[in-house]
């Protein structure tokens, strides 16, 4: 009997995935292999080639968000010997493996069948998961590491069984994914400690043992790089005024949460309202305490810091899936008293599908665009300029990897030492010190003309930004891309 049992469960497992997979390459196999990720590219091309961590040979600087990313591509590609699979085969693997997780959490929900089917078709079609299942970004496996905490305090939850070591050493390599998670990490300890779940000595133990994990990057990073941070904190507004694009981010954060969770979110506010009292919700307060208190943190935090840049889903990879957990505790909770509920669940998967393939055809049409600009803008890089010529571009990562030329940043990711001059609105002086050759862009060259003669010698149109909100609300802005050929006095 228990035979039986594994293999219903191994086939339904196997059914997930197979769904999920195709949905995926039908949906969003389009995109992949963004500009950001071919930062991670360059870099581990470096690695591999050069032996150094720097993104201009030569100058190692600490402009990626996760060296375990970083790491697991760059043995990716050793074994695969593709630079373009690699991303997507890894992205697409932490995507499945969080499928998996999320098939493991719902078999220990005491769900009906039918319900827990509906719930995982609920998963599969989420349009995050799918959206960066072949980006070759981090995302993937910032979502996986989530459902892996939701797995794990799940179980704390049902059984009382909290696994100190495992959560710490999760949250330890979370932070070598995404360093912004040490939020969450604070949440999760904090409730659980004043929820008496534990103990002083638990904290102590549990954030010495995330201190292990993170401890020899950080030793090698402020060795090597000079600095613990990646320059993408510094770069994209934490070293600016605070909270100057305050209200933008905070709007697009709710534009973000609303547009792809908007009926699970209502469904889980409607039930805390009207249900809270006559169910045992009470007994579930560490998890919607985590919850909330996670994603009203780290919108606070972005909103904040996010100065120089916009926030993107997938920095919020790492509280959707508790998102999800608080609605699989109310689903467990409310399902022998509403009758009608697998109703409720199959309007979430049809409104998820429809939401996911309307997003996917908006986001192809301006995506497509903008990457076969960059495709072109790089081709003519690398045939019309010399290999020693030094090109200032704003989207840094494809132009780096494919034309193999030095790159400058204005925004001061792999060039930090540019952000002061930033900061003072003097950039033109960091240029006067590096005398690049080309710039690459949008930009105002009328106060290098004293000190240089410029010529605009090519255009590459205009295309729009593919940023999926603004193009919805009618705010989209164009992206221009035209060269500049600086001879210096």
């Not at 870099?43 to 970083?70: C, D, K, M, Q």
């Not at 790491?71 to 593709?82: D, E, H, Q, R």
């Not at 797995?151 to 390599?173: C, P, T, V, Y």
């Not at 240029?431 to 690459?440: E, G, V």
Request: glycine share 4%; proline share 3%.
């Amino acid at each position: 009997m228990k035979e039986k049992s594994f293999l219903y469960k191994l086939i339904i497992c196997g059914l997930i995935i197979a769904i999920f997979l195709i949905v995926s390459k039908i949906v969003y196999g389009f995109f992949r292999l963004g500009d950001d990720t071919f930062i991670y590219l360059k870099y581990a091309r470096s690695i591999i080639e050069n032996g150094e961590v720097a993104f201009n040979l030569g100058e190692p600087t600490y402009g990626f968000t996760s060296p375990i990313w970083l790491l697991l591509l760059t043995l990716t590609i050793k074994i695969t010997g593709s630079y373009f699979l690699s991303p997507q085969i890894l992205t697409l693997f932490f995507s499945t493996l969080t499928i998996i997780i999320w098939f493991i959490i719902v078999n220990n929900s005491f769900l009906k069948l039918n319900i827990q089917f509906l719930f995982l078709l609920i998963i599969v079609s989420d349009p995050n998961l799918l959206k960066h299942s072949y980006f070759g970004m981090e995302a993937s496996a910032s979502f996986f590491l989530s459902s892996v905490l939701v797995f794990i305090l799940h179980i704390d939850n049902e059984n009382n069984k909290l696994s100190r070591a495992l959560l710490s050493i999760i949250f330890g390599l979370y932070f070598l994914i995404r360093p912004e998670s040490i939020f969450i990490y604070l949440v999760v300890s904090v409730v659980l400690f004043a929820l008496c779940k534990i103990t002083i000595k638990d904290l102590v133990y549990m954030y010495m043992v995330s201190i292990f994990v993170v401890i020899p990057w950080i030793i090698f990073s402020g060795i090597y790089f000079g600095s613990i941070l990646p320059n993408t904190f510094a770069a994209k507004g934490a070293d600016y005024a605070w909270g100057s694009r305050f209200f933008l981010q905070l709007f697009d954060s709710i534009k973000i949460f609303g547009g792809n969770y908007i009926f699970i979110i209502a469904a889980i506010l409607l039930g805390i309202i009207f249900s809270f009292k006559k169910i045992s919700l009470n007994r579930h307060k560490n998890v919607f305490l985590i919850t909330s208190l996670s994603i009203i943190i780290l919108i606070i935090f972005y909103s904040l810091t996010l100065n120089r840049e916009f926030v993107y889903a997938r920095y919020y990879c790492v509280v959707f899936p508790f998102i999800y957990w608080t609605f699989l505790i109310l689903l467990k909770e409310v399902q022998s008293r509403l009758k009608y509920i697998h109703y409720y669940l199959s309007l979430i998967i049809l409104s998820s599908i429809v939401i996911t393939t309307v997003f996917a055809e908006l986001t192809k049409k301006t995506y497509c665009q903008i990457e076969l600009m960059e495709d072109k803008i790089a081709l003519w890089v690398k045939e019309n300029t010399d290999p020693s010529d030094v090109i200032v571009r704003g989207r840094i990562g494809k132009i780096g990897f494919l034309s193999e030329r030095k790159i400058l940043d204005p925004v001061g990711i792999i060039n930090p030492e540019i952000i002061k001059f930033n900061k003072s609105n003097n950039s033109m002086g960091y240029y006067l010190k590096q005398r690049p050759h080309y710039f690459i862009g949008t930009f105002n060259m009328d106060k290098l003309e004293k000190y240089a003669s410029v010529k605009l010698i090519k255009e590459f149109g205009s295309v729009k930004s593919p940023l999926l909100r603004y193009i919805i609300f009618g705010n989209n802005f164009p992206i221009e891309s035209s060269v500049y050929k600086v001879d210096w006095h």
